[in-house]
């Protein structure tokens, strides 16, 4: 079983930047790849990023290209999302989550709400 806590999500002006953080509190943080999804009101949730366990590998949603990085420090269980370069439509609830692959996710947190005003 593994718990996931988001933070680090607030308001933040247009071209402005956050970061988000996920710790994780369970057994083996580091066999489990991560990854964070966004939920805006009224849509879906929708794939961000995700790293595998290693942090080898990084996958990233087109529309987070180029602005969003997300890292991993297995020795904190923790997993980051660098937001930079912050738009009105990148408003939402965002979610972390881990799973036994990139594209298999078994565990979620509660989320952590991102506001960005133009």
């Known amino acids: 079983q593994v718990q996931l806590v988001e933070s680090g999500g607030g308001l933040v002006q247009a071209g402005g930047s956050l970061r988000l953080s996920c710790a994780a509190y369970?057994?083996?943080?580091?066999?489990?790849?991560m990854g964070w999804f966004r939920q805006a009101p009224g849509k879906e949730r929708e794939f961000a990023a995700a790293?595998?366990?290693?942090?080898?590998?990084?996958y990233y949603a087109d529309y987070v290209k180029g602005r969003f990085t997300i890292s991993r420090d297995n020795a904190k269980n923790t997993v980051y999302l660098q937001m930079n370069s912050l738009k009105p439509e990148d408003t939402a609830v965002y979610y972390c989550?881990?799973?036994?692959?990139?594209?298999?996710?078994?565990?979620w947190g509660q989320g952590t709400q991102v506001t960005v005003s133009s």
């Open positions: 989550c881990a799973g036994p692959s990139t594209w298999s996710w078994e565990y």
């Open positions: 790293i595998s366990w290693s942090g080898g590998f990084t």
């Open positions: 369970g057994r083996a943080f580091s066999s489990y790849a």
